[in-house]
């Protein structure tokens, strides 16, 4: 499920892969310690390559993954988007849906971008991923041949010990994005690139293998390849936290 509820906001929203928490009081701050980097390498099946961002600890064959039973609430930044962005989003996030099984309610629009870091008053209630349009200028890790870069937080279970995510971000290079658009590929090429860092919020590292969504240039047709969809199958048949 993808659901539009329709409530503009303008709510401060920040996220970031890769943390250590400091618990202040009840106010859990998370800094930045990396951002999507290497995969953590899974078996392959035959015709197809997947990756894991983070296993369970003790646990190299299992994913760390969002709950399962919970949908992940988004809020978009698309002040900076070309016009057809936010279609293209929303055709995207359906794709990852229908791939993984998890839903996705986004709850409205933002200024906001990502600062690297999340919060939490009471290490319970996060900030939804941030999905933001974004330029060069405002984020060194836009510099280049790079169309966007996305993550999760994770945390822990208290009664289980497991590791599961609670927030992300992702960052969209909108005048790169804008000129794709007018390419070869078109708009399915550009979904395919939301799709690929939509992979890293849900779960997914980067591959080597260019008939993958999840190859490190990101399959320019966009097309799902057989590893993509073992991957998020994976990713979205996760426990169910909290």
Not at 31 to 47: I, L
Not at 106 to 113: H, I, K, S
Not at 132 to 152: C, E, F, H, I, K
């Amino acid at each position: 499920m993808v659901a539009w509820d329709g409530v503009p906001g303008q709510r401060a929203r920040s996220s970031s892969k890769g943390l250590v928490a400091v618990v202040l009081g009840t106010l859990l701050l998370l800094t930045v310690v990396g951002f999507a980097g290497t995969a953590n390498t899974s078996p392959s099946p035959p015709g197809g390559s997947f990756a894991f961002m983070e296993h369970q600890p003790g646990q190299p064959a299992v994913p760390v993954t969002w709950s399962s039973c919970k949908p992940i609430h988004v809020v978009v930044n698309d002040v900076q988007a070309p016009p057809a962005g936010w279609g293209i989003l929303m055709d995207a996030l359906d794709e990852v849906h229908t791939a993984s099984g998890l839903d996705f309610v986004v709850e409205g629009r933002t200024t906001a971008v990502p600062t690297g870091s999340v919060r939490s008053p009471n290490g319970i209630d996060w900030d939804p991923v941030l999905i933001a349009w974004m330029t060069p200028g405002q984020s060194d890790r836009l510099r280049g041949n790079v169309d966007g870069y996305g993550g999760s937080t994770a945390m822990s279970d208290p009664a289980s010990g497991k590791r599961y995510y609670v927030t992300g971000q992702i960052a969209l290079d909108a005048p790169q994005l804008t000129k794709e658009l007018q390419g070869r590929n078109g708009a399915a090429g550009v979904r395919g690139v939301i799709v690929h860092e939509l992979g890293h919020v849900v779960g997914l590292a980067h591959v080597d293998d260019d008939n993958e969504v999840m190859d490190k240039s990101a399959r320019r047709d966009g097309r799902l390849g057989p590893g993509d969809r073992t991957g998020f199958a994976l990713v979205g048949s996760g426990p169910c936290y909290g």
